[in-house]
């Protein structure tokens, strides 16, 4: 079946840090790719679409500047949380798909926590 | 504001027993309803992609039905194992260029 990359799947760092995490389909061209955010116990909350090529979409209320994403390739989609204060910590974890009918693949997430 | 609903939000069901749990959504500008299992630990596994009303999906113990004019599928799993133990979310879409609406999800735990 189709396989996400999803690393790091950890990170622990201090206010202020840079964070890139990255997320990649291993067997097949992901033309759109997709970044969740999650927090407890609550449902999986979309922060952007990003279609390879192009500008990511960014859902309402999502700083653009501050959740930077990059999908330079078909397999390739990185998020990098600028500047990441405590209340940034949370579960990310990113999709990919092929064909705009079929369903998402997902990678494991990353749990990143800012001290 | 679209919303999706998941009941019940927790089910803990015996080893051998057969479950079943809802997705609610609007019923209205339908394009799909995707069903999806997550394990711990595990990233979430696509189960069924739905799109057509009275559609019925099977895979192995576990199906899902579909009824787009009321706004709802069920996901039945028969004869539980431990290895269900998951959390099973649905998530809805009003056509193919809009984001999936994802719910809550489901968490399911078998007991032996």
Known sequence: ????????????????T?????????????????????FPKQSLMLM?????????????????????????????????VTSAHPEDSSFYICSARAVSNQPQHFGDGTRLSIL | ILNVE????????????????????PSSNFYALHWYRWETAKSPEALFVMTLNGD??????????LNTKEGYSYLYIKGS????????????????????IWGAGTKLIIKP
Request: glycine share 4%; with cysteine.
């Open chain 1, 1 to 16: 079946g189709a396989v996400v990359s999803q690393h790091p799947s950890r990170v622990i760092c201090k206010s202020g």
């Open chain 2, 81 to 100: 194992q431990p290895e269900d133990s998951a959390t099973y979310l649905c998530a809805f879409k009003v056509d193919s260029n809009y984001q999936l």
């Open chain 1, 18 to 38: 840079s964070v890139k995490i990255e997320c990649r389909s291993l067997d097949f061209q992901a033309t759109t790719m997709f970044w969740y955010r999650q």
């Open chain 2, 56 to 65: 019925e999906k099977k895979k192995g113990r576990i199906s899902a039905t």
């Open chain 1, 48 to 80: 952007a679409t990003s279609n390879e090529g192009s500008k990511a979409t960014y859902e309402q209320g999502v700083e653009k500047d501050k959740f930077l994403i990059n999908h330079a390739s078909l397999t390739l989609s990185t998020l990098t």
């Open chain 2, 6 to 25: 998941q009941s019940p939000q927790s089910l803990h069901v015996q080893e051998g027993d057969s479950t079943n749990f809802t997705c609610s959504f």
